[in-house]
């Protein structure tokens, strides 16, 4: 198994640009969430899905949006980019069971200038 | 939405050092997860702990589950340079699909 396969890895973008980042997922995990990371803030949730179809928010939303049409995609939209939303970005999935632990992407770095 | 005070915020030491690391909440937590974090990588799971009082270990890893639910502690003993990273504590809440995330504990080791 792959595990969660985050794509690109790195990303500059002008303030107002839209890009997409990708994520996918081959272990067949019913949950993904979308989560970013910035300096002395830990890791703060933007989007979750609890499956195919299901989408909601996290803590802190605003700039983005998701869609989750298959089980193993869950891309995450900028529509119009913001430099408060450079950030390293990461993707993360786990089974429907709730205690069920988080497994991690490698992180997509977005700079947005 | 939840907090989770984890500290310190980093630690220095001298390798062959014992480590130590705590997040705690005001809330009720049903689930505390350890987390270690590698430069340029996402974070990965050292240790799931799913009961009030439980104490597990994974190598030199310790952690606990606090009896009162709302805290958890880490220990790393003997810390070797490999342990060097960025280690989060996260939580579950009763109810909740996702987890709350502490800020992180930088751990430094110095030759």
Redesign the interface.
């Given at each position: 198994n792959a595990g969660?396969t985050q794509t690109p890895k790195f990303q500059v973008l002008k303030t107002g640009q839209s890009m997409t980042l990708q994520c996918a997922q081959d272990m067949n995990h019913e949950?993904m969430?979308w989560?970013r990371q910035d300096p002395?803030?830990?890791?703060?949730?933007i989007h979750?899905s609890?499956g195919a179809g299901i989408t909601?928010q996290?803590?802190v939303p605003n700039g983005y949006n998701v869609s989750r049409s298959t089980t193993e995609d869950f891309p995450l939209r900028l529509l119009s980019a913001a430099p408060s939303q450079t950030s390293v970005y990461?993707c993360?999935s786990k089974t429907g069971n709730?205690?069920s632990?988080?497994?991690?992407?490698?992180?997509t770095r977005l700079t947005v200038t | 939405g939840q907090q989770l005070n984890q500290s310190p915020q980093s630690m220095f030491i001298q390798e062959g050092e014992d480590v130590s690391m705590n997040c705690t909440s005001s809330s009720i937590f049903n689930t505390w997860l350890w987390y270690k974090q590698d430069p340029g990588e996402g974070p990965v799971l050292l240790i799931a702990l799913y009961k009030a009082g439980e104490l597990t270990s994974n190598g030199r890893l310790t952690a606990q589950f606090g009896i009162t639910r709302k805290d958890s502690f880490l220990n790393i003993s003997a810390s070797i340079p490999s342990d060097v990273g960025i280690y989060f504590c996260a939580g579950r809440i009763p109810g909740a699909d996702g987890l709350t995330f502490g800020k992180g504990t930088h751990l430094i080791i110095q030759p």
């Open positions: 969660v949950y969430s989560y002395g803030m830990g890791l703060r949730l979750y609890v909601d996290g803590e990461f993360a709730l205690n632990p988080l497994h991690f992407g490698n992180g | -």
